[in-house]
């Protein structure tokens, strides 16, 4: 096991030095939707989302970034949650012009549901983030596997837990276009 570790974190150094067009300076400005579907104790819950967001290349390959999304879920209640937040993400060139991205998202989230409203944060590790970029100014994003956190606070009295596990199942696809 030891040995599998090291050789993944020595492909995966050589391939983060591998020449990129993320260079310090560079910017983009993106979209990206999203639907899922969501099973959780008998309640089933279908929802769709849009986002924005702004990046900035702090460092070659190293992104910096800001976001928000919208998110309306309907399931036996409809839920509306806005969320704003930085994210700083990491561009490995896998092949020419594809890259994959991990990445850590960091966001304030106001949610509301029947009337109720519940401000909270939330934590998200980006594991399965890729992106083609047939051209130097555009690029094709998917989302497929993240882990998220979310901590609400309803009605400032108590706070609801909920980790959301995603693989496949809540993808997202969105457009970037570099300047």
Not at 4 to 22: G, H, K, V, Y
Not at 99 to 114: E, R
Not at 159 to 176: E, H
């Amino acid at each position: 096991m030891k040995r599998f570790f090291i050789c993944f974190l020595a492909i995966t150094a050589l391939l983060s030095f591998d020449a990129s067009a993320q260079e310090k300076g560079d910017m983009y400005v993106g979209g990206i939707v999203g639907v899922g579907l969501t099973s959780l104790e008998g309640n089933t819950s279908i929802s769709a989302g849009l986002g924005f967001d702004f990046g900035y290349f702090a460092a070659k390959n190293l992104n910096i970034g800001a976001g928000v999304a919208y998110t309306i879920a309907a399931g036996d209640s409809v839920v509306h949650t806005l969320t704003l937040g930085p994210s700083l993400s990491y561009y490995v060139k896998l092949c020419d012009k594809f890259y994959y991205i991990p990445g850590l998202d960091l966001a304030f989230v106001y949610g509301n549901t029947d009337g109720i409203n519940m401000p909270g944060f939330g934590v998200g590790l980006n594991l399965g983030s890729f992106e083609f970029r047939p051209t130097p100014h555009f690029g094709f994003a998917v989302k497929l596997l993240s882990f998220t956190y979310m901590y609400f606070s309803v009605e400032g009295y108590y706070g609801i837990n909920g980790v959301n596990f995603n693989l496949g199942i809540n993808p997202s696809a969105g457009l970037n276009y570099y300047f």
